[in-house]
């Protein structure tokens, strides 16, 4: 089974400033991918950036990055130069590699003060 | 918007009907997934579909829900006889084949009942 732990329930973050959302995962399989996604307060999932775990660089995409850890099993995301936008709830996710069944954290949410 | 299309955006009903919500993947994905996400609480995965197959119904309750994906139009969440506990945001995700590609979601249907 896949465990996913994400333990910041909520973070304050003053506008232009960097916040990392810490993400830990449990699985026993060799092959997996993990993903983030933001979701605003009107209620949609929004794919933000995919790690996978043989990948050799850490993700990127645009102000988002992933901090990916294999051997402490953690894929935390940096959000650069943070945006009034940004205020949302962020799920951390996985999936095996011989899996289609996403496996979510129980998100934390971001408020970007301005 | 060639993005995965749900509706209704919101739906009540009251305890002992019925509730349909509807999601169109996104072109060219053929894989369809549902999830439910209770208050305050991530995803949950419930069911994956494929044309006209049921892949994985391991998270769908036993009784009362059924989904389907047919050969022509939308893929179909069906919940017969709905009680307050089935009260949550419903998630449709597709992607298209082979192994990490990313899910990409509707807006949700927000299931109330009265």
């Known amino acids: 089974a896949q465990k996913i732990t994400q333990t910041q329930p909520g973070m304050f973050v003053q506008e232009k400033e960097a916040v990392t959302l810490d993400c830990t995962y449990d699985t026993s399989d060799p092959s997996y991918g993990l993903f983030w996604y933001k979701q605003p307060s009107s209620g949609e999932m929004i794919f933000l950036i995919y790690q996978g775990s043989y990948d050799q660089q850490n993700a990127t995409e645009g102000r988002y990055s992933l901090n990916f850890q294999k051997a402490r099993k953690s894929a935390n995301l940096v959000i650069s130069a943070s945006q009034l936008g940004d205020s949302a709830m962020y799920f951390c996710?996985?999936?095996?590699?011989?899996?289609?069944?996403?496996?979510f954290g129980a998100g934390t949410t971001v408020t970007v003060r301005a | 918007n060639a993005g995965v299309m749900q509706n209704p955006r919101h739906l009540v009903r009251r305890r002992g009907q019925e509730a349909r919500l509807r999601c169109s993947p996104m072109k060219g994905h053929s894989h369809v997934y549902w999830y439910r996400q209770l208050p305050e609480e991530g995803l949950k995965f419930m069911v994956y579909l494929q044309k006209e197959n049921i892949i994985d119904e391991s998270g769908m309750p036993k009784e009362r829900f059924s989904a389907e994906f047919p050969k022509e139009g939308p893929s179909i969440l069906r919940i017969q006889q709905v009680v307050r506990g089935d009260s949550a945001a419903y998630f449709c995700?597709?992607?298209?084949?082979?192994?990490?590609?990313?899910?990409?979601f509707g807006d949700g249907t927000r299931l109330s009942i009265l």
């Open positions: 995700a597709s992607s298209p084949a082979g192994p990490n590609q990313p899910q990409h």
């Open positions: 996710a996985m999936r095996s590699l011989n899996d289609y069944k996403l496996s």
